[in-house]
């Protein structure tokens, strides 16, 4: 089974600007994603950006780069005109890889590709992580799904999903005990064919509400074929301090 990975990465962060560029352990941020990319054993890695400065800078250690549009409302547009250019096969798994995840295991990335491979009526795959902190159970930011006994995503919600009726309705905080929540993670497999699909959908009303973009494909009745994850990612990097934290996690002893 072979797959294609392609990183989006834009310039444009409404709080941490330029991010991809980070030196983190003396490598930027986007060359740290790049190299766990192509561990992955992907048969081939590009980066998808809008901007000239990503762009000089990638070709410093790859030729895969592809400039794409600057209008694009989320990674999954930029993916879809990434593989258009690169006219890849209709039939090719792409893995979305987030360009602010220098701490996404390898493992991780062979598997959601290996996932959608191996269940033929989703053209789409993601991963989650059981979570364990009751305060991420009830943090909006923190994406929780749940999956059907055939491996298939049910939801997605910044709510607490199942919502344990019997306990948060009296103002407990810890759902009963057996209730299992899972993190979202944002990492994607989609077959290429999908992807021309997907961005001629407008957006529906729950995606609008609950600023999910993967919603869109339940909406429309399509599979979207979702699993725990084999290795738990580090953080990702949406601030300063999440910058600080990777980079001492990277190894980075001048963080500290």
Same mark, same amino acid.
């Given at each position: ?46 980066? !998808? $950006?809008?901007?000239? #400065? *990503? ?9 895969? =780069?592809?400039? @794409?549009?600057? &209008? ?52 789409? !795959? $993601?991963?989650?992580? #059981? *979570? ?9 930011? =923190?994406?929780? @799904?749940?999956? &059907? ?108």
């Amino acid at each position: 089974m072979s797959f294609v990975v392609i990183i989006p990465a834009r310039y444009a962060s409404s709080r941490l600007p330029g991010k991809p560029l980070l030196m983190l352990a003396g490598k930027s941020m986007i060359q740290h994603v790049y190299e766990n990319a192509v561990s992955s054993g992907a048969s081939a890695v590009y980066i !998808a $950006t809008d901007d000239t #400065r *990503i762009e000089e800078h990638a070709r410093d250690f790859t030729d895969n =780069v592809i400039m @794409t549009r600057d &209008d694009h409302a989320c990674g999954t547009d930029r993916l879809a005109e990434a593989a258009e250019k690169l006219a890849l096969d209709p039939d090719t798994i792409i893995v979305n890889l987030q360009g602010d995840e220098p701490l996404m295991p390898a493992e991780n990335i062979r598997q959601v590709a290996d996932l959608l491979d191996t269940h033929e009526s989703a053209n789409m !795959a $993601t991963l989650c992580i #059981r *979570i364990h902190d009751i305060d991420e159970i009830h943090n909006p930011h =923190v994406v929780k @799904t749940l999956f &059907d006994k055939n491996g298939y995503a049910m939801y997605f919600s910044r709510a607490p999903i199942p919502y344990d009726r019997d306990a948060f309705t009296t103002g407990e905080r810890e759902p009963a005990v057996g209730h299992e929540y899972y993190r979202h993670l944002g990492i994607y497999a989609y077959r290429c064919r999908f992807l021309k699909t997907y961005v001629q959908w407008p957006s529906c009303l729950i995606e609008q509400r609950e600023s999910l973009e993967q919603l869109r494909v339940l909406w429309h009745g399509e599979r979207i074929a979702l699993t725990e994850a084999s290795a738990t990612p580090g953080p990702g990097i949406d601030t300063e301090d999440d910058a600080k934290t990777v980079s001492k996690l990277l190894g980075d002893s001048s963080k500290e």
